[in-house]
T-cell receptor, first 110, second 116 residues
C-alpha cells in the first residue's frame, strides 16, 4: 500500500464549477501537507502549504486537512480553463523528503 | 530569471551510455533536492543536499547514479550505463530551510531522459 493515495482521474468539469481534489494517507507521522500544480512538461509549483488540521484559503483555492481521518482536500472555486493541470498532493514528516500522490489530471472545459 | 534552472531539458541516449544533468538552484537556497517522475506518477525522492553535503539517498538511487553539489552551489546528477527503465523526468528543487521541516520546494522544469 502506498503511503499517499490520490485518484489519478482524469477529471473534467465545466468552467465555473467547484472542483474537489482529495488524498488519503496512511502514515500518521505526516505533519505538513501541500498541494502542487503541474502543467504539462513543466515542474510542479506550490499552491498551498498547511500544517494543522482545518482550512486554509488563498483566493479561489481552499486546502482542508483532517488528520483524524488522514484525509486532505483541495477545493477550487469558479474554476477557469487555466486551472487545467495535474494536481499533486504532497506530505512531509519532517524528514526532508516529500511524499507525493500520483496526481489528478484536471481539465476545465470552456 | 531567478528560479531553478535545469540543463538539458531533454536528453535522448542509447542504452549503456552515460548522461549528466545539471541543476542551478535559487542562489540563496541551502537545500537542493533531486526527484524522479515517470509518466502518470508523482515525483519520487532521490537525494538531497544541505549546502555541499549529501545527507540522504533513496534506495531508488542505485550505484549507477551519483549526485554532487560542489561548493554548495549547482548540482549534477550522473547516470552511468543507462537502462530503458531510467527513462523519466528528473526534477531538481531547492529550498531555504533549517531544522527538520522540508518547507517550500521550488522546482525546476525538469530534464527529460529518454533511453532507447
Amino acid at each position: 500500500q502506498k503511503e499517499v493515495e490520490q485518484d489519478p482521474g482524469p477529471l473534467s468539469v465545466p468552467e465555473g464549477a467547484i472542483v474537489s481534489l482529495n488524498c488519503t494517507y496512511s502514515n500518521s507521522a505526516f505533519q505538513y501537507f501541500m498541494w502542487y500544480r503541474q502543467y504539462s512538461r513543466k515542474g510542479p509549483e506550490l499552491l498551498m502549504y498547511t500544517y494543522s488540521s482545518g482550512n486554509k484559503e488563498d483566493g479561489r483555492f481552499t486546502a482542508q486537512v483532517d488528520k483524524s481521518s488522514k484525509y486532505i482536500s483541495l477545493f477550487i472555486r469558479d474554476s477557469q480553463p487555466s486551472d487545467s493541470a495535474t494536481y499533486l498532493c504532497a506530505m512531509d514528516k519532517g524528514a526532508q523528503k516529500l511524499v507525493f500522490g500520483q496526481g489528478t489530471r484536471l481539465t476545465i472545459n470552456p | 530569471d531567478t528560479g531553478v534552472s535545469q540543463d538539458p531539458r531533454h536528453k535522448i541516449t542509447k542504452r549503456g551510455q552515460n548522461v549528466t544533468f545539471r541543476c542551478d538552484p535559487i542562489s540563496e537556497h541551502n537545500r537542493l533536492y533531486w526527484y524522479r517522475q515517470t509518466l502518470g506518477q508523482g515525483p519520487e525522492f532521490l537525494t538531497y543536499f544541505q549546502n555541499e553535503a549529501q545527507l540522504e539517498k533513496s534506495r531508488l538511487l542505485s550505484d549507477r547514479f551519483s549526485a554532487e553539489r560542489p561548493k554548495g552551489s549547482f548540482s549534477t546528477l550522473e547516470i552511468q550505463r543507462t537502462e530503458q527503465g531510467d527513462s523519466a523526468m528528473y526534477l531538481c528543487a531547492s529550498s531555504l530551510n533549517s531544522g527538520g521541516v522540508t518547507g517550500e520546494l521550488f522546482f525546476g522544469e525538469g530534464s527529460r531522459l529518454t533511453v532507447l
